[in-house]
């Protein structure tokens, strides 16, 4: 079946540091791949998403590569903030209809 | 605004009864899902439905139940038979299966 990888937690980091979130996949066909963020109490926001080999998706400073041939997906930022305190969740989706979401991981941005 | 509601908020459930939990949106998309978080864990997927009148098992189905009779409401009933159903479930919207999933605000259920 499929599934989803992401770096353990938590991350804890200084304010303009260098942030990667690693996440790998395993999975039939061709999935999409996305990078979700849940604030505390809340529900999911997408924050990027690509759908093919070699895509970036990016948002609010956040990228990621879709890498076919070592079946990552991995969410970079090069200056992180206090307000990206946050969990951070990578997902797919096939054509089946059934989405795999990794376990989560948890960062903490110190001022 | 388009968008996604759950309610309510937080329900409280008592031994061998079963609650019902809502979830309705216009966003005009065919997929829905229902999700169980549980605290520093992902979401499990419980039950989908990719088409009115029309619902798929998920990764942890048993002692839950749903129904799709309209294409904006997709309500998910936890059984008397789910014996540790205290957990944040969390309903979500797509437009077709591969496409980005829009989430509700969740609902934080605990038994009394």
């Known amino acids: 079946g499929n599934s989803v990888t992401q770096m353990e937690g938590p991350v804890t980091l200084s304010e303009e540091a260098f942030l990667t979130i690693n996440c790998t996949y395993t999975?039939?066909?061709?999935?999409?791949l996305f990078w979700y963020v849940q604030y505390p109490g809340e529900g999911l926001q997408l924050l990027l998403k690509?759908?093919?080999?070699?895509d970036k998706g990016s948002n609010k400073g956040f990228e990621a590569t879709y890498r076919k041939e070592t079946t990552s997906f991995h969410l970079e930022k090069g200056s992180v903030q206090v307000s990206d305190s946050a969990v951070y969740f990578c997902?797919?989706?096939?054509?089946?209809?059934?989405?795999?979401f990794g376990d989560g991981t948890t960062l903490t941005v110190k001022p | 605004d388009g968008g996604i509601t759950q309610s309510p908020k937080y329900l409280f459930r008592k031994e061998g009864q079963n609650v019902t939990l809502s979830c309705e949106q216009n966003?005009?998309?065919?997929?829905m899902y229902w999700y169980r978080q549980d605290p520093g864990q992902g979401l499990r997927l419980i039950y989908y439905?990719?088409?009115?009148?029309?619902?798929q098992k998920g990764d942890i189905a048993e002692g839950y139940s749903v129904s799709r009779e309209k294409k904006e409401s997709f309500p998910l009933t936890v059984t008397s038979a789910q014996k540790n159903p205290t957990a944040f479930y969390l309903c979500?919207?797509?437009?077709?299966?591969?496409?980005?999933?829009?989430f509700g605000p969740g609902t934080r259920l605990l038994v009394l």
């Open positions: 966003l005009n998309h065919d997929a």
């Open positions: 979500a919207s797509s437009s077709t299966e591969q496409e980005t999933q829009y």
């Open positions: 439905s990719q088409i009115v009148n029309d619902f």
């Open positions: 690509a759908t093919k080999a070699d």
């Open positions: 997902a797919l989706n096939t054509n089946a209809g059934k989405s795999t």
């Open positions: 999975a039939t066909g061709y999935p999409s």
